[in-house]
């Protein structure tokens, strides 16, 4: 963890069908999570690409929390991201993250689930190795338009679905355009990934210097050609859109 703080935003994807062996998990701890939203908590530095996501990561090698928010809400996220929210006045007691019982990322994975302002109502939750335990809330939801890191991953998965343990068609939405600059188009990410021969998600180097280069293009190049802000720069629409998310009850505002 760095010396700065860092804001992110916390996107609520909910989950609308368990897999078989998380119902297990949940069974075990007498949690029935019909009539309940449960939601993974991603952390985005990059709330107005979300109209792009494709699919949601977890780690397969680390454990989440469910946590209790309130009667009828819960939430999964790394229990370091629970005790960090439990002193920004997100969970209901203060300095308490309720939580309900521990799951893998590994039961996880091929819930179908839902993503705020996602074109796609609904998408997967499928694995991504190069998730840490120590930054954010371990979920990391993928918009392979504008991401370098999701489009190799989303790239990987579809290559080898069976090692993975996942359907080919999880891993193969198409990205969606949702931002144009003039130096890369309308699909930054995928045209940096070209650019730069990355061929997989451990092309670490590379895979750093297109995230640079793809969040500053974006950011002070780019124009919206989707959604509310259709035509607004980028680095004003931003704020709009996370607003907005909020607002409507799908994000809130998460710091370390
Ligand atoms: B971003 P920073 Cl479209 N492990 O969201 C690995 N990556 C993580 C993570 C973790 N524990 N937690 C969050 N992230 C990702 C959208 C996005 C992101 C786009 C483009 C770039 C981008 C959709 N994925 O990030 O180290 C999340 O992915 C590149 C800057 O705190 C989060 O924002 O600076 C970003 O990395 C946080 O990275």
Avoid: H
């Avoid at 005790?83 to 006045?89: D, G, L, V």
């Avoid at 290559?159 to 699909?187: H, N, Q």
Wanted: with cysteine; proline share 7%; hydrophobic share 40%.
């Amino acid at each position: 963890e760095g010396v700065n703080p860092q804001e992110y935003t916390g996107i609520k994807i909910k989950v609308l069908e368990w897999p078989a062996a998380a119902k297990e998990v949940l069974d075990k701890a007498a949690f029935n999570p019909d009539g309940k939203t449960v939601s993974l908590i991603a952390a985005t530095l990059r709330p107005e690409t979300m109209y792009g996501q494709t699919c949601c990561f977890v780690s397969p090698n680390i454990n989440y929390g469910l946590y209790e928010i309130s009667e009828t809400e819960y939430y999964i996220c790394t229990p370091r991201a629970a005790r960090n929210m439990a002193f920004q006045k997100i969970t209901p007691v203060r300095g308490e993250a309720k939580l309900v019982t521990e799951i893998s990322g590994k039961t996880l994975i091929g819930a179908r689930i839902n993503a705020p302002l996602s074109v796609y109502p609904e998408v997967r939750l499928l694995p991504m190795d190069t998730i840490l335990a120590s930054k954010g809330t371990g979920v990391v939801t993928s918009v392979p338009s504008d991401s370098p890191d999701d489009f190799a991953t989303v790239t990987e998965l579809a290559k080898k679905p069976e090692f993975y343990g996942i359907e080919k068609e999880w891993a193969s939405l198409d990205p969606v355009p949702i931002i144009s600059t003039p130096t890369y188009g309308d699909m930054t990410a995928v045209a940096l990934v070209k650019e730069l021969k990355i061929q997989s998600p451990k092309d670490k180097d590379a895979l750093a210097k297109a995230k640079e280069i793809a969040y500053k293009d974006a950011f002070y190049q780019g124009t919206m050609i989707i959604g509310k802000y259709k035509g607004e720069k980028v680095e004003v629409a931003k704020n709009k859109v996370k607003e907005d998310l909020i607002a409507a009850g799908d994000a809130f505002v998460y710091n370390e």
